[in-house]
């Protein structure tokens, strides 16, 4: 078991965003959240990666307690990110970027007199190669087309080689080609180093296609967890989406 | 060497030859664009590279210039001593001042910087046996050695190009790409596994320890000091220039201090309208020039570039 997340709630200004919710993740496992809009998915992850404090329960990350650890502490064990809106350093450019989350990686952060251009410029290069981004190493983040920033916050993401990575709507906003192309990304980074992995998503057909395993949330609480042939055929699930869509 | 470096060897050597016009103007001016140079890059240690808007920054140069000048007046030190000590009480005075801050972040940080430097303000100005109070501290020597405007200049220049060569090398390291990543998004530094709040308040400290160099600096050039260059129209002033000359460019603080302190030593001598003019220079510069004199001539010169 690589997480385990015990009862954790969460409440703003008397509006409880998540109440109490239990499940785990099995190393190795490829997992979704999904859920309506406002279930709560979203501060979950802001739980789990510590951004936000939680009012009740408990975190476990690799059989460490992380249910009080600030987030650059989750980080350097073992955890990678990816935000919803897009979360990348848009005025540095594209090596420049994930250069900089190899030098937090490698603890190289209170370096204070080497130049840093030549540090991990191997490393770096590598990384933008798993993500496509190659060619565009020396543009200026910002610039870069909205599906390419995401390729990008990932390629942040990976920088720190972390074991469990939480994707947040990796697929967002993006094309029926990108989306295809960002899955089929993901989904090979994610067998090639044994990575774990928990993501939310809302285009149904990216879920079924690559999970296996399907936690449903709605008003914060955990209602129904299985494989994708068990959620398809869940009444309940039915009810909470179909209520929704009609 | 790369061609940056030679020219700023170029423009350093050109800058000692300042003395040999026997100006006294000139090496008058020479020595305070330098002092007020230094003062404003430090400041941008935190405003162009950590993104912090530190609104009281004449606390740390008022700590530097007080430290020294008492320490030699009241304690009998030897100026080197006195200057080097008032360094760190520079970083230490920033320090205390951090923890508090970094708790905050934008607005509320800049408020907070500047309730701090007004109560040290207020220190400097009501510690009559200490400080001297509204009187400040007058009559403070030139060490013998350094006893002419052309060897304090100098002096001047060394101690300001060794600092600018470690602020350099700071903001080009691996540290000072991680100032740059909080700048530019401190949550997500956050995420790749930096401690925030410690690198903010190591990049609070080198600048105030550099402030406090610049502050030392300026009551032996002046041979007096007052509680005015702790208060917050020195904060802004020093704000102004680095406006001025541009944030995101190491040299651009340095740049603005040279332009505005020209200027205003030009106007002055025909006008006493000198806040109006710069109250306009600051407006037509915000609208137009965000990026300041350094980021205008670097949009020129990528412009250039791209018409060829």
Known sequence: MILRVEKVKKTFDGFTAVNGVSFSL???????????????????FNLITGHIPT?????????????????????RLGMGRSFQRTN???????????????????????????????????????????????????????????????????????????DLLLLDEPTAGMSAQETHQTIELIGCITREKGLTLLFTEHDMEVVFSISQRILVLYQG???????????????????????ETR | MSRQNWLLLLITLLVAGIPLTESRFYIFLGTDILIMGLFAVSLNLLLG???????????????????????????????????????????????IIGVFCIRLTKIYFAMLTLAFSQIIWAIAFKWNSLTGGDNGIIGIAFPPYLD??????????????????VLRKVVNSPFGRMLTTIRENPERTEFIGINVKLFQL????????????????????????????????????????????????????FVGTAVMLYLRLQVTSYTQYWPLIMGTILSVLLFFFPGGIMGFLQDLRVFSRGKK
Request: aromatic share 14%; glycine share 10%; proline share 5%.
């Open chain 1, 26 to 44: 099995e190393e190795r496992e490829t997992c979704a959240i999904i859920g309506p809009n406002g279930a709560g998915k979203t501060t979950l």
């Open chain 2, 148 to 165: 002419s405007g052309a060897r304090f200049f100098y002096f001047t220049l060394a101690v300001v190009v060794l600092s600018l060569y």
């Open chain 1, 221 to 243: 609480r955990l209602i129904a967890e299985g494989t994708p042939e068990n959620i398809r055929h869940n009444p309940e699930v039915q009810k909470v989406y179909l209520g």
């Open chain 2, 202 to 253: 190591m990049s609070f400290m080198i600048s105030g320890f550099f402030s406090a160099i610049a502050g030392a600096l300026f009551g032996i050039f002046n041979h007096s000091i007052f509680p005015d260059i702790l208060s917050w129209p020195q904060s802004a002033e020093v704000l102004i220039m680095t406006l001025l000359g541009g944030m995101y460019n190491f040299f651009g603080p």
């Open chain 1, 88 to 162: 990348i350093f848009p005025r540095l450019t594209v090596f420049e970027n994930i250069q900089a989350a190899v030098l937090a990686h490698k603890g190289k952060g209170f370096t204070f007199f080497k130049p840093v251009t030549p540090f991990f410029r191997h490393e770096t290069m590598e990384i933008l190669e798993r993500v496509g981004l190659r060619d565009y190493a020396e543009t200026t983040s910002g610039s870069l087309s909205y599906g390419f920033q995401k390729q990008l916050e990932l390629g942040i993401a990976l920088a720190s080689e972390p």
């Open chain 1, 55 to 75: 009012d009740a329960g408990r975190l476990n990350f690799k059989g460490t307690d992380i249910t009080h650890l600030a987030p650059h502490r989750i980080c």
């Open chain 2, 49 to 95: 590279y950590t993104g912090l808007v530190s609104f009281g920054q004449g606390a740390y140069f008022g700590v530097g210039a007080y430290t020294c000048a008492l320490l030699m007046k009241k304690a009998g030190l030897a100026f080197p001593a006195a200057f080097l000590v008032s360094a760190f009480a520079g970083a230490l005075a920033a320090l």
